[in-house]
T-cell receptor, first 114, second 111 residues
Framework: DAMVIQNPRYQVTQFGKPVTLSCSQT?????MYWYQQKSSQAPKLLFH???????NEADTPDNFQSRRPNTSFCFLDIRSPGLGDAAMYLC?????????????FGDGTRLSIL | RKEVEQDPGPFNVPEGATVAFNCTYS??????FFWYRQDCRKEPKLLMS???SGNEDGRFTAQLNRASQYISLLIRDSKLSDSATYLC????????????FGKGTTLSVSS
C-alpha cells in the first residue's frame, strides 16, 4: 500500500491560474518535503516542514508556498504558474531530520501549464 | 562544480553483465549517501544507503570512499528489470534536510 500519496497524478492548469497539489502520508513521519523535477534533471528541493516548522530553500521562488495543516497532509500552492513551472512535483517524507534518514517519495504529480 | 556528479551514461549492457557506477561529491562535510532508482516518469525509490564499510544487498553493492569523495554502485548479473536511472544522493548537512541529487546514470539492460 502506498505510504506517501500524491494527488492528482496529473494536473493541468492555465498560465497564471493558482493550483494546489496535495500530499498525504501514513507513515507518521515528522518531516515532509516538496521537490520539483524537470525533464532530465535531478529533483530540486523547494522546502520542507519539520513538524510545523517551515523551511524554505533560498532559491525557491515566492510563487511557491506550502501548508501543513497536520502531520499527515502537506500542500504545495503555486500562486501564478508560469510555463517554466511545468514539471514533476515530488513529495517525500522522513522520520526525522537526521543525517542517516532516507526520504520516501510519493508517485509525484506531473503539472502541465497551458 | 556541481555538488554531486555522475556520468549520465547511458550504460548499455547485456543481461548477466556486471556494471559499476561512480559518483563524486564536492562537499567533504557530507553526512550520508544513498542510491535511488528512478524509472521513467516515476518517483525515485530508495535502493540502498551507502556506508563507509560498504554494504551489499543481493546483487547490489555500494561503497563510500570518503578520502577520495566518491560513491560507487556495483550491479552483478544484470536483469532486464534493472533498466532505470540510478541517482546518487548526498545528505549535506547535520540537519538532514539538504538531500542533493546527482542527475542520474541511465542503465539499459538488453537480452
Amino acid at each position: 500500500d502506498a505510504m506517501v500519496i500524491q494527488n492528482p497524478r496529473y494536473q493541468v492548469t492555465q498560465f497564471g491560474k493558482p493550483v494546489t497539489l496535495s500530499c498525504s502520508q501514513t507513515l507518521n513521519h515528522n518531516v515532509m518535503y516538496w521537490y520539483q523535477q524537470k525533464s532530465s534533471q535531478a529533483p530540486k528541493l523547494l522546502f520542507h516542514y519539520y513538524d510545523k516548522d517551515f523551511n524554505n530553500e533560498a532559491d525557491t521562488p515566492d510563487n511557491f508556498q506550502s501548508r501543513r495543516p497536520n502531520t499527515s497532509f502537506c500542500f504545495l500552492d503555486i500562486r501564478s504558474p508560469g510555463l517554466g513551472d511545468a514539471a514533476m512535483y515530488l513529495c517525500a517524507t522522513s522520520a526525522h531530520k537526521a543525517p542517516n534518514q532516507p526520504q520516501h517519495f510519493g508517485d509525484g504529480t506531473r503539472l502541465s501549464i497551458l | 562544480r556541481k555538488e554531486v556528479e555522475q556520468d549520465p551514461g547511458p550504460f548499455n549492457v547485456p543481461e548477466g553483465a556486471t556494471v559499476a557506477f561512480n559518483c563524486t561529491y564536492s562537499n567533504s562535510a557530507s553526512q550520508s549517501f544513498f542510491w535511488y532508482r528512478q524509472d521513467c516518469r516515476k518517483e525515485p525509490k530508495l535502493l540502498m544507503s551507502v556506508y563507509s564499510s560498504g554494504n551489499e544487498d543481493g546483487r547490489f553493492t555500494a561503497q563510500l570512499n570518503r578520502a577520495s569523495q566518491y560513491i560507487s554502485l556495483l550491479i552483478r548479473d544484470s536483469k532486464l528489470s534493472d533498466s532505470a536511472t540510478y541517482l546518487c544522493v548526498g545528505l549535506l548537512n547535520q540537519a538532514g534536510t539538504a538531500l542533493i541529487f546527482g542527475k542520474g546514470t541511465t542503465l539499459s539492460v538488453s537480452s
